[in-house]
């Protein structure tokens, strides 16, 4: 492994430490209340959030600790008072369904003198998979599997499972009225947008149903019929800015993509290098956003633009991929880079990776993949074609070949991609 691409994972592996619950959360907790402490929540960091939300909590009150979270199977921690569930993500499962009735019936006659401690972290939009009325959880698996494959933003894909659901886009917090509710948020969408982190299932809701029919719309998706009856006939709407059973609702931001990228840029800078976060939140079609940052390393190599060599560029967000081959293997992170390399084609002195902070790139078991100057030649010895296997979706069979996929397993936390490209001079 070369210098660069050990600093390269370290990148990685700052970025997701300063997003752990265990240091991120305990600042954040609110004081034991007169009544009774309810933890729930949802997530890729759930179970690691319910062990900080434990080891922080008063130790005269830990015993008064109850509650349930729901997380993505693997990613458990063990815990002493709150019960912790797993199910499948990104394609919700029976076991998330029961996981979200357990978690409704366990906020059911609280009052104001009792707290919600909500743990909610990317992923819990299918971990908390509660069909409306008329839905079956085969027709929402359905609709899933063709809104991740379409190259829906996560903003769009959340739009339409808020208005589908029993517990999302602010029912969950309806729920626990009359109680207080405090939710401890780690972000993993573009802009941190409360609405939409986990589908907001204790934030109001600005979208409306009108603007789920235009997300399927929009990528030509045609769902179940009972969806189509449900999306027409709008039976009940998601919870609006100003409702009142929101005034005892806390939503706390404790980390966030920004956050993860200012401690990686620390990094860089003490390793030599001079770091620029480029955005937190970049998103749109993965090979797309290599072609962007890619144009920018080629300029700061060939002209020192807008900063001069030796770099890092950082970045963050969540890039998608439609799918158009023949099945291949990959996720955002992996594709974004398999593009990288081809548009870069060996381009001396710059070495990237790209990773998705949870640990799992889609639904593989790579947090993502590095490259360098040699990859695509490395490749061409091998009988790698990036291109063919670009435009097959199957970023994970070129990288597993060359031995360059990044095998972190679940890291326990999530703020989403990933990205480092450093360029030497």
């Not at 802009?191 to 204790?202: C, H, K, R």
């Not at 009856?229 to 709407?237: G, R, V």
């Not at 931001?253 to 920004?258: G, N, V």
């Not at 993965?286 to 807008?306: K, N, T």
Request: net charge negative.
């Amino acid at each position: 492994m070369t210098a660069a691409s050990k600093l390269l994972r370290k990148l990685f592996d700052v970025a997701t430490d300063a997003a752990l619950p265990k240091k991120c959360l305990g600042a954040y907790l609110p004081p034991p209340p007169k009544g009774r402490t309810i933890v729930i929540g949802a997530g890729k960091a759930a179970a690691a959030m319910a062990a900080a939300v434990e080891d922080n909590w008063p130790s005269d009150s830990k015993d008064k600790l109850e509650g349930l979270v729901v997380t993505r199977y693997g990613h458990s921690v063990p815990t002493q008072y709150i019960e912790v569930l797993e199910a499948s993500h990104p394609v919700p499962d029976q076991a998330g369904r029961d996981a979200s009735e357990r978690i409704l019936k366990a906020v059911q006659g609280l009052t104001e003198d009792d707290l919600v401690l909500c743990l909610i972290s990317g992923g819990g939009s299918a971990l908390l998979s509660l069909p409306a009325d008329g839905l079956s959880m085969q027709d929402k698996q359905a609709l899933t599997s063709d809104l991740l494959r379409s190259g829906a933003t996560i903003t769009e894909m959340n739009c339409v499972r808020k208005h589908l659901s029993k517990i999302k886009g602010g029912r969950l917090a309806m729920a626990c009225h009359p109680a207080n509710v405090v939710s401890l948020i780690i972000s993993d969408v573009p802009g941190d947008d409360l609405s939409s982190i986990a589908s907001g299932v204790t934030v109001v809701d600005p979208s409306t149903y009108a603007d789920a029919r235009a997300v399927l719309e929009k990528y030509n998706i045609q769902p179940a019929a009972s969806i189509s009856k449900l999306l027409q006939t709008e039976p009940d709407e998601t919870p609006k800015p100003g409702d009142e059973r929101f005034g005892n609702v806390q939503n706390i931001l404790i980390s966030t993509p920004q956050m993860a990228l200012q401690a990686a840029a620390k990094v860089a800078l003490e390793a030599g290098y001079t770091p620029m976060i480029l955005s937190d939140r970049i998103e749109g079609e993965s090979r797309d956003a290599a072609q962007v940052l890619g144009a920018i390393a080629r300029q700061v190599a060939a002209h020192g633009q807008p900063l001069k060599a030796p770099t890092v560029l950082l970045s963050g967000g969540e890039t998608t991929v439609t799918i158009s081959g023949k099945g291949g293997r990959g996720g955002p992170n992996s594709e974004f880079l398999l593009a990288l390399a081809v548009y870069l084609d060996g381009h001396a002195g710059i070495h990237a990776i790209a990773c998705d902070t949870d640990g799992i790139d889609g639904s593989e078991d790579n947090a993502g993949a590095v490259i360098d100057p040699e990859s695509l030649k490395r490749a061409e010895t091998l009988g790698l074609d990036a291109k063919a296997y670009l435009a097959n979706n199957d970023a994970y069979s070129f990288f597993k070949g060359l031995d360059d996929l990044v095998m972190s397993g679940p890291t326990l936390t999530n703020v989403n991609d990933f990205r480092a490209i450093i360029i030497d001079d």
